[in-house]
């Protein structure tokens, strides 16, 4: 079973920042093993890639976030988390935590949390 569970969402002024974490749990399975990331959707738009770290650490991000997201694990927290900077209304978006694999050129979810808001104002 795997249960994912994001917060940290909120409202924040343009230019400010914040930070998401999920924490998550597979039954009977260590979860460094896994590839994590985070996707959006903003209102209106379809689901969208934020930002993935691999069972290795290595790290992946979208362009439209680079330099201001950066991803991380606690392997020994089973948590991941998103240090969102230099925020904008455009990153207003529903936030989610998912587990992720490499398929046909992009990063793809296998299993969903419930997702947290992130709300920008200008």
């Known amino acids: 079973q795997v249960q994912l569970a994001e917060s940290g969402g909120g409202l924040v002024q343009a230019g400010g920042s914040l930070q998401l974490s999920c924490a998550a749990s597979?039954?009977?399975?260590?979860?460094?093993?896994?590839?994590m990331g985070w996707f959006r959707r903003a209102p209106g738009k379809e689901r969208e890639f934020v930002a993935a770290?691999?069972?290795?650490?290595?790290?992946d991000s979208a362009d439209s976030v680079k330099g201001r997201f950066t991803i991380s694990r606690d392997n020994a927290k089973n948590t991941i988390y998103l240090q969102m900077n230099s925020l904008k209304p455009e990153d207003t978006a529903i936030y989610y935590c998912?587990?992720?694999?490499?398929?046909?050129?992009?990063?793809?979810?296998?299993?969903w949390g419930q997702g947290t808001q992130v709300t920008v104002s200008s």
């Open positions: 770290i691999r069972a290795s650490g290595r790290i």
């Open positions: 597979v039954s009977g399975v260590t979860l460094s093993s896994y590839n």
């Open positions: 998912t587990i992720i694999h490499w398929a046909a050129g992009g990063w793809s979810g296998d299993y």
